[in-house]
């Protein structure tokens, strides 16, 4: 079955960039059926979509983010990444990665998530 | 941005129970709503698709409803494995938005 899995850093330093991967095993990132979206959870903000990709490589970013998020797609390696600038404490948090689903936009398949600190 | 608001933020239950959580849109958002469950230290998992639609494995005794702005999750006859968190999330416009969740605990 479909598994997606994140990995990256744990520890970020305050006003550098927050990097992470996302790997799509047992199916393919060029199904046209679906975005790669970014979603983190923190206590203070609940759960955030911070944006998505096709595989084509449209982008749609939360405008909250917009300034500071790139988000990018490797079809040849079956994943795509993150990348947040500038981060401070308020941007650690659970990131997940997930599967949506383009004509319902709900999240049907989910990574295990990675928590990532911001912390000098 | 869509906001969506979730009632109670908390419920005590019991097995057995029947219990039902609200979401309420901050404009219409017709049936694009969808329900999850989060346990501790897991990603959440989407139970309900499209306010109504159950996803292939979750049990019936999970139900959607609503449209417009406002919408209910039910759970009747609640099993152990159901004490957990739950949250809805808009699908209508983008930025797709989540309620705070309802934690349903003993």
């Known amino acids: 079955q479909v598994e997606l899995q994140e990995s990256g850093p744990g520890l970020v330093t305050p006003s550098e960039t927050l990097s992470l991967t996302c790997t799509i095993s047992g199916g393919s990132i060029s199904s046209g059926d679906h975005y790669w979206s970014w979603i983190r959870q923190s206590p203070g903000k609940g759960l955030e979509w911070l944006g998505y990709i096709y595989y084509t490589g449209n982008t749609y970013y939360n405008p909250s983010l917009r300034s500071r998020l790139f988000i990018s797609v490797e079809t040849s390696k079956n994943e795509f990444s993150l990348r947040l600038s500038a981060v401070t404490a308020a941007d650690s948090a659970i990131y997940y990665c997930a599967r949506q689903r383009t004509y319902v936009a709900d999240f049907d398949l989910w990574g295990r998530g990675t928590l990532v600190a911001v912390s000098s | 941005d869509i906001q969506v608001t979730q009632s109670p933020s908390s419920l005590s239950a019991s097995v057995g129970d029947t219990v039902s959580i609200t979401c309420r849109a901050s404009?219409?958002?017709?049936?694009?709503l969808n329900w999850y469950q989060q346990k501790p230290g897991q990603a959440p998992n989407l139970l309900i698709s499209a306010a109504t639609s159950l996803q292939s494995g979750v049990p019936s005794r999970f139900s959607g409803s609503g449209s417009g702005t406002d919408f209910t999750l039910t759970i009747s006859s609640l099993h152990p494995e159901d004490f957990a968190t739950y949250y809805c999330q808009q699908g209508q416009i983008a930025p797709w938005t989540f309620g705070q969740g309802t934690k349903v605990d003993i």
């Open positions: 404009q219409t958002i017709r049936t694009y």
